[in-house]
């Protein structure tokens, strides 16, 4: 059985930093494309970030490129989201999911397997 397990979620100020990971069950984490995704409170869940498997090739939400770094450790089977100069509209619940249908890296619905997400909150 296939687990996603996030951690590094907390309470930070505007500005500060986080770095959130996900550390996935499974001897075949290396052959998924991995993504973080969130959901703040009224609001639909969005796309944050992407790795891709082969390529190691990432995308990012207009949102939060140029701030936030997605990698990953296939040693590991751990995918890491390090959040810079974070504000309070990236407070949410964040996920991560894995192993998208082909084609569907920007769509929360096209992944099979997702974790049971950590809470983000920024202060002003």
């Known amino acids: 059985q296939v687990q996603l397990v996030e951690s590094g979620g907390g309470l930070v100020q505007a500005g500060g930093s986080l770095r959130l990971s996900c550390t996935a069950s499974?001897?075949?984490?290396?052959?998924?494309?991995m993504g973080w995704f969130r959901q703040a409170p009224g609001k639909e869940r969005e796309f944050v970030a992407a790795?891709?498997?082969?390529?190691?090739?990432?995308d990012y939400s207009d949102s939060v490129k140029g701030r936030f770094t997605i990698s990953r450790d296939n040693a590991k089977n751990t995918v890491y989201l390090q959040m810079n100069s974070l504000n309070p509209e990236d407070t949410a619940v964040y996920y991560c999911?894995?192993?998208?249908?082909?084609?569907?890296?920007?769509?929360?619905?096209?992944?099979?397997?997702w974790g049971q997400g950590t809470q983000v909150t920024v202060s002003a």
């Open positions: 999911a894995a192993d998208p249908r082909v084609g569907t890296i920007f769509n929360g619905a096209g992944y099979h397997y």
């Open positions: 790795i891709r498997w082969n390529s190691g090739n990432t």
């Open positions: 499974g001897r075949t984490f290396i052959t998924w494309t």
